[in-house]
């Protein structure tokens, strides 16, 4: 292909996809600062954030981010490891099963939850307790796909079995080799995960509409029914925790597959 | 004697084996939690829609599928995620090419790869909020739009892009493909950059030597090369739309019978009038969706034998 | 007028001038080696003539005729890439005539030249296979037929050896040299390997940083290097620090032995002179009438066929090749070893 040459097709398209990005970005945030009649306002920004139930939900869906981090990356590291190190031939069934998710949409899922875990022998729901557990796992296994492949590919880039062999003749357990040698290397891959999973528990919908829990989802579409320049405030808001969660994840995983990070497949 | 001899032995199976069972309990956690919450729900599903009311094994769940109101959903859904995975795709396909291929300015690149992965992630009930703020009854470019009127001979104002005026309503099922647009074409964008980028460069040169101009050389080479990761994805982008949900319900509240709409009205009250073949919808989703994923798995294999560096 | 004619082409780019004033003639029938190290502008040469890059200035002509407003899918050269470049999707037989088909050949003719194509080549019964299920030298093989089917005025080659194992290499060096006198097709080819370009080519370009060093047949390029460069870069050379005695005799001297150089010292100017020898032509043994030189065995290195000695004359270091003979009597380090060579073979930079 000559080198001088300006391909005004590709830059045609390259354009339109800029505007299409950014209209409807820019269209939200000017609605989003017209509240006051006549002139631009941050009123409907301090509406919300003076908004207490919009400090519950937001602090209920930060917390439950947090408790779905953790609680998927104690049971998805060592999964990961075992396979790494001891079972590769489960390797394409564990697979399969991180892709579940993905078949079956989350208005099913949370379907599913509820004839299962809403009535005996395994009741969860009348509780808001056993609710919040309930959830915490739903937003685990929602979580899967992009913590279990981010995790995955962090594995494969580091030699797990000679750093456990090494670690291992220096005395180490395998409690001792996953959270001293294992864990330090994963970080990124950690980290990464970390964030999309964040972010997507911040703007889950579904599961907290329907297991009746105070989280940011539920109060947005709530929102949306009653008012006009709110929800454009916090659809901009949620634009930006998004684009920062996933901003500090471009920026840590600079160079390595971004694609497989993003779409979790 | 005897016994001596083959005690050692027998320690030694004993030993092998409860090592062989440890083996996989490193991955029991695992299992049992994704057994736990995700397979039991799911498995509890599918075994009610082949029930009737008392428990007993039916297949009747699945023929009030063909009922009108419920068939009306699932066309409907099919229509959007066809209409969406195309245009979604085919526009994505396009950006994808322009920052691969077509050597777009590099800024615009980064930008454009960049805010894929953010769009592609931007659904649900902010994205409708953003629509509503853009398009709605007083968005920010259904103002300009408004706006750009003119008086005509007659002395009359004309305002000929006035969308309300001209019949167009964000609220309606064009509204809702152009909102799930937003998200569809990134997809594609992160899915197919790679692939594209895979194309290697002397395969158009060599074309282009041996006579082909760039026309058949996309005809002969790069689109057969590409076609599996093309329809992979827009797989992918279909099973996407299907099962979207909430960027629905936020922008027309329901009003749009979706197959994804019509399960959360049954949950919330028993519309069709029988449990059982609320599962069964349910149940009909997840066949349609395992099997695009399946069928994309499939085709994303054969993609990585040909366009393996 | 030549075949191929090449007039003051530059190639810049943002970085830099790549190719600097390349002038060349080739005649029909002929194979024309560029050789010369990484980025020293060989293949971006050839990439011109194919079309793939424009020169910044300059012609290119074949058969008279202008080629650089020849799009490359109108020019009847034909390319072999070092990554053979055969389409993934297509069988052996496809891709041979691909360039056929899209001349818009009838079926049957593109039928019968590709089977003489890949008889051509030895492949045929390979035409049902496809490009993943052959190894790299059957690739290369297929892809040469490729570029030869549409009968193309011009054969271009680009390092088409460099990704293969040496043996391979060796084969199909002669398979590429057999094949293009069959044809009488006038190709150029591109390397890096000096070797290659040496027992293939009917005359050589050596370039470097863009600029073309030294054109002509292998023997002149071995043994009458034009510059510095080509001495060093084609085949292994001595290079000796010397002090003029006699100009006009040309005579020098390496510290207390006076050497003759086969050539007048009028062009040497003022600068640091130095007597160019190459190793296998310093003979072990004094000989009369011949140059003498005398120095300290400092290394002796095995190499199979060649002993290569490193001497230390004058505190500088002297490569002498000797073949490996058996009735050889190998020097220990720290013998003195006397070397021999007619003024002929050295000369003075």
Known sequence: ?265 | MAGSALAPSTERTRALRLGAWTKWLGIAPFFVFVLAFEILPSLNLFVGAFQDQDGRFTLANFLGLLDHFVLKSYMVSLQVSVITSVVGGLFGFMVAYAITVGQAPRWMRSILMTFSGLAANFGGVPLAFAFIATLGHTGFLTAIFRSLCFTNSAGVQNCPLDLYQNGFNLYTLTGLTLSYTYFQFPLMVLIIAPALESLRSEWREAAENLGASGAQYWRDVALPVLWPSLLGATLLLFASAFGAFATAEALTGGSIPLATILVSQQIRGDVLGNPNEGYAVAFGMVVIMSLCIALYIFLQQRTARWLKR | MAFLELSHVHKSFAAGTVVNDFNLSIEPGEFLSFLGPSGCGKTTTLRMIAGFEAPTSGEIRLEGKDLIATPPNRRKVGMVFQSYALFPNMSVTDNVGYGLRIAGKPKAEIRKRVDEMLTLIHLESFGRRYPAQLSGGQQQRVALARALAIQPQVLLLDEPLSALDAKIRLELRQEIRRIQQMLGITTVYVTHDQEEALSLSDRIVVMSQGVVEQVGTPSQIYNYPATEFVARFVGQINLLPVEVVNREAGLVRVGQQLVRAGQTLAHVNGNPVRLAVRPEELCPGPREGLNNLVGQVSSVTYLGSIVRLRLDIEEQPVFVDMFNERQLRVPVVGDDFPISFPAEACWLL
């Not at chain 1, 400090?55 to 609680?71: D, H, K, N, P, W």
């Not at chain 1, 075992?82 to 998710?101: F, S, Y």
């Not at chain 1, 962090?154 to 080799?177: C, K, W």
């Not at chain 1, 999309?196 to 907290?208: Q, R, S």
């Open chain 1, 1 to 265: 292909m000559t080198t001088h040459k300006v391909n005004w097709w590709a830059f045609l398209w390259a354009v339109l996809g800029l505007f299409y990005f950014f209209l409807p970005l820019y269209g939200t945030l000017d609605f989003s600062l017209r509240m006051i009649r006549g002139r631009l306002s941050l009123q409907a920004y301090q509406i919300v954030l003076a908004d207490p139930q919009f400090l519950e939900s937001f602090r209920y869906s930060a917390v439950m981010g947090v408790i779905t981090v953790v609680v998927s990356a104690a049971i998805f590291l060592p999964t990961v490891y075992w396979i790494h190190l001891r079972l590769p031939q489960v390797r394409p069934a564990v697979e399969v099963l991180t892709l579940l998710p993905f078949m079956i949409p989350v208005i099913v899922y949370v379907f599913g939850l509820i004839r299962t875990f809403g009535r005996p022998p395994f009741l969860l729901t009348l509780t808001p307790l056993g609710t919040d557990v309930l959830i915490a796992a739903g937003y685990v296994i929602l979580a899967m796909p992009y913590m279990y492949r981010a995790l995955d590919i962090g594995m494969r880039s580091i030699d797990v079995r000679t750093l456990t062999e090494a670690a291992q003749s220096l005395g180490a357990n395998v409690f001792q080799v996953l959270v001293n040698v294992i864990l330090p290397n994963l970080r990124i891959a950690l980290l990464g995960g970390a964030l999309i999973t964040f972010a997507m528990v911040i703007g889950e919908l579904v599961l907290g509409d329907f297991l009746v829990r105070p989280a940011l989802g539920p109060y947005m579409e709530q929102m949306g029914r009653d008012h006009a320049y709110e929800p454009a405030a916090l659809a901009m808001m949620s634009y930006a925790l998004t684009w920062v969660c996933l901003g500090l994840l471009q920026f840590l995983t600079r160079g390595s597959s971004s694609q497989q990070q993003l779409t979790g497949r």
